[in-house]
């Protein structure tokens, strides 16, 4: 948004924030000249800027209000009726600031209803004016419409008894008299009265105050260090400097202190208002007393404030969240738990205990147990779901499997961890592009490969794609159907010299193709592995060492499904153990962070056993961390390799392979 | 202790004694780990009510038992400052919070007799015989008894 538009919304919206408390004030006490003044110069600095900025909306609303209460600043009397009109219209002219606030435009809207009304009391006001006051001078015509049309017949009206005015000097109420004698236009006046308030304030970013604030502090601890140091050493000729600096530093923090507090005030802006249309509404005569605070009350009155606050934890038990009242929240702390003593353990609500930082012990609260009090969590019911799911995790030897065909009758499965998503895709996008059938997926142009599926053979105008993602980009595997997704051990029972096939196994009672993928993505996913190419009768041996029993999972398929004989370790003990027990391996990829014996450790102890001092070592790290890169490599790690990077990972295998003459 | 060679001999027993309620008791010496001023302990909501809390003693928890409760006796209206004989038990430790620790005595078997029958019946399910002293007699407290809340039965 234009600068000059920012800081105009921010000052309107401060200055109509005034005017609420103001007119309500007004309402009650219409005498008050200067009051009125103040209310008359918001309003008419909205109009004067909004025509200058050219926010026509605002500029013709605002004006309707300010005819209208220039008539009360002449001397008409003040009526219920108007003070509400002109409350309704900074309403609306807020609610025009927040849309300009928002895009940078007025909103679209029409004001007739606000302007119609404000309108025919500031003519009914003018009449009796006219009538009382100025009909004697019998110059003051009541004109409809004049030469200058665009101007609201009001504000026509206004400016001929203005010009009445000033051609007659009369016994005119002295203020206005004031204003016309000194400027000869109220406008002026205005504006040089609003320069001079602006002079007092200043605005100033709170970033700016906050780091005024910090610098003080910083300030403040500098000088309490001097004091020290004078301290200790006695009589010194600091001394004195150091007084003067030390008084000027409290003064100084006191000072920014001030500029950072926000009046209370502030907070009860709205009250007047609310309680003026209570009252109205209520036609009930309603008193509001606000007496303000200095610093101190207004202290105490915020502490009083923050002890009827109630402050509620959220917790989360099973899929439900529940909120628990408490006096206070502490602070967050890393505790050990540790188990009840026997004697509390019927005390079914903690879950254990711990000693704080500061030596108290404090009470586990156990969410399940608050969540069974009332009912709604079956305790038993989840803890079986839970040992379900981690039963379920377990069985680590099954592969999720997507079953398809294409082209052939026969089965053909590929293992689903691979596939990214699952797409049907409307025959009538497909484009032809540089000999290539592509198609716009997802803001990209996905390749289309087909897989023994002739292009166009298909008749009910979708493409089941298989969705795989290389680099980053997707890649599409056209198929004639999906058939089913089946959890099955993968065993390759048979191996194939055929392209594009890995290899057979039995997937639900029936023979199924292992496919592989890479074989038909070209430059795709699963980069084919040259160690596999059917030259080899044994698979490479490859042992994968992770804690994570989720990286396990994730990775062995993939590696089977690409020809490797994997064993699965989940400790650098186990490795140790299989060490012993005289295994032997092609390859080793193993995580570098593990609980126990890291990776590196485990690299050390590997390069020290003769048998095994030659098997390649591949690290695998969630971290990205050159010092750790460096590490490993010094522990003999061929290669370093992100734990989410399929793609090097299986590159990094395959160039280890042909390197290494492993499985030839 | 003040004991001659002559009485060492006749192979004693020692105790630690406590006074709570205005009674003796006394704890198998072994079965002693420490005495402590029990500090800043917290109360746990829903425990049984002899528990009086838990507190943090050098670094482990222990659960504080108030030995009055636990024996039905009123609490105590003095004012005086607890003290607390620390038991472990199975890996666990516990505090017994009782009015005062007294002297550490060795007594001959020859003084010990049975729960006497005039012994009051709360107490017996938690007393193992008492001593025969020159001043009164002092009540053995069966720690693993003590320690047994489910077998109480006594507050009711």
């Known amino acids: 948004m234009d600068e000059l538009l920012a800081e105009f919304v921010t000052e309107t919206g401060e200055g109509l924030d005034q005017l609420d408390v103001e007119l309500v004030r007004f309402e009650q006490e219409p005498n008050n000249a200067e009051m009125l003044n103040t209310i008359f110069r918001l309003v008419h600095t909205v109009k004067g800027t909004c025509g200058f900025i050219g926010l026509n909306r605002l500029a013709k609303l605002a004006h309707a209000a300010e005819t209208l209460m220039g008539q009360y600043r002449d001397g008409a009397p003040v009526t219920v009726e108007g003070v509400s009109v002109i409350l309704a219209s900074i309403d609306r002219i807020k609610e025009i600031l927040t849309g300009l606030d928002r895009d940078g435009t007025e909103p679209p809207g029409s004001d007739a209803d606000l302007i119609g009304r404000l309108q025919m009391l500031a003519l009914a006001e003018a009449d009796t004016m006219s009538k009382g006051a100025y009909d004697a001078l019998g110059t003051v015509p009541i004109a409809a419409e004049d030469a200058r049309g665009d101007l609201p017949p009001v504000q026509a009206a206004l400016d001929e008894i203005e010009r009445a005015w000033r051609a007659a000097p009369g016994p005119d109420p002295a203020e206005s008299a004031k204003e016309l004698q000194s400027n000869g236009a109220g406008v002026v006046e205005v504006n040089a009265r609003e320069a001079h308030a602006r002079a007092q304030t200043v605005r100033v970013s709170v970033d700016t105050l906050e780091h005024l604030m910090t610098t003080v502090s910083e300030l403040v601890l500098t000088r309490n260090q001097l004091l020290d140091l004078v301290r200790r050493t006695g009589e010194s000729e600091f001394k004195s400097p150091l007084q003067r600096l030390s008084t000027v530093t409290a003064e100084l923090q006191e000072g920014i202190m001030k500029a950072r507090m926000q009046p209370i005030a502030n907070a009860w802006q709205k009250l007047p208002r609310l309680v003026r249309e209570l009252s109205l509404e209520l036609d009930k005569k309603i008193e509001l007393d606000i007496q303000l605070l200095d610093l101190e009350g207004a202290r105490g009155m915020l502490e009083r404030l923050a002890d009827s606050i109630l402050t509620v934890v959220v917790i989360q038990v099973g899929a439900r969240l529940f909120g628990v009242l408490v006096d206070s929240v502490f602070r967050t702390e890393e505790i050990v738990v540790k188990p009840m003593s026997s004697l509390l353990r019927d005390v079914g609500m903690f879950s254990g205990n711990t000693i704080l930082g500061d030596g108290s012990v404090i009470m586990i609260i156990d969410p399940n147990a608050l969540g069974s009090m009332v009912g709604s969590v079956d305790g038993q019911a989840e803890a079986a779901n839970a040992l379900a799911a981690a039963a379920a995790v377990a069985e680590e030897d099954k592969t999720a499997l997507l079953l398809f065909r294409a082209g052939s009758n026969t089965m053909k499965a590929v293992p689903i961890s691979l596939i990214t998503r699952l797409e049907e895709i409307d025959l009538g996008t497909i484009e032809r592009c540089n000999d290539e059938d592509v198609v716009q997926y997802r803001g990209a142009l996905m390749p289309l490969v087909y897989m023994q599926v002739e292009p166009g053979a298909r008749d009910d105008g979708v493409q089941p794609v298989l969705v795989f993602t290389e680099g980053g980009r997707p890649v599409g595997l056209a198929i004639d159907e999906i058939v089913d997704i089946v959890e099955e051990r993968l065993d390759i029972e048979l191996k194939t010299e055929a392209p594009g096939v890995i290899g057979a196994a039995i997937i639900k009672g029936k023979a199924a193709e292992i496919v592989d993928v890479s074989h038909y993505l070209g430059r795709g996913l699963g980069q084919r592995l040259d160690a596999r190419g059917g030259q080899a009768d044994r698979e490479v041996r490859l042992l994968l060492v992770d804690d994570s029993q989720f990286f396990r999972n994730m990775l062995a398929p993939l590696l089977k499904a690409s020809g490797y004989d994997v064993t699965l370790a989940a400790s650098a003990g186990e490795v140790l153990a299989l060490k012993d027990g005289g295994a032997m391996f092609d390859l080793i990829v193993s995580d570098l962070d593990m609980p126990g014996m890291d990776g590196i450790a485990l690299a050390e102890r590997i390069k020290s056993d003769p048998r095994w001092e030659k098997i390649p070592l591949i690290a695998l790290s969630s971290h990205t961390n050159p010092l750790l890169v460096e590490k490993s490599r010094a522990a003999g790690f061929v290669s370093y390799v992100g734990k989410f990077d399929r793609q090097t990972l299986m590159s990094t295998l395959q160039e280890c392979c042909r390197q290494w003459g492993v499985a030839a | ?156």
């Open chain 2, 1 to 156: 202790m003040s004991a001659d060679g002559n009485e060492l001999e006749q192979a004693t027993e020692g105790f630690v004694t406590v006074v709570t309620g205005g009674q003796l008791f006394g704890f198998r010496l072994e079965r002693v780990r420490d005495v402590f001023v029990p500090r800043g302990l917290s109360p746990v909501p829903l425990a049984p009510p002899e528990v009086a809390g838990l507190l943090n003693l050098r670094g482990r928890i222990v659960t504080a038992i108030d030995l009055r409760r636990r024996l039905g006796l009123p609490p105590r209206a003095d004012g005086g400052a607890p003290v607390a004989v620390g038991i472990e038990e199975r890996g666990e430790l516990y505090g017994l919070i009782v009015d005062r620790v007294g002297d550490v005595l060795r007594l001959k078997p020859s003084s010990y007799e049975a729960n006497p029958v005039n012994l009051d019946q709360r107490w017996t399910k938690v007393c193992a015989g008492v001593h025969r002293l020159d001043h009164g007699l002092m009540v053995v407290l069966d720690v693993d008894k003590v320690l047994d809340l489910s077998k109480f039965g006594v507050a009711a």
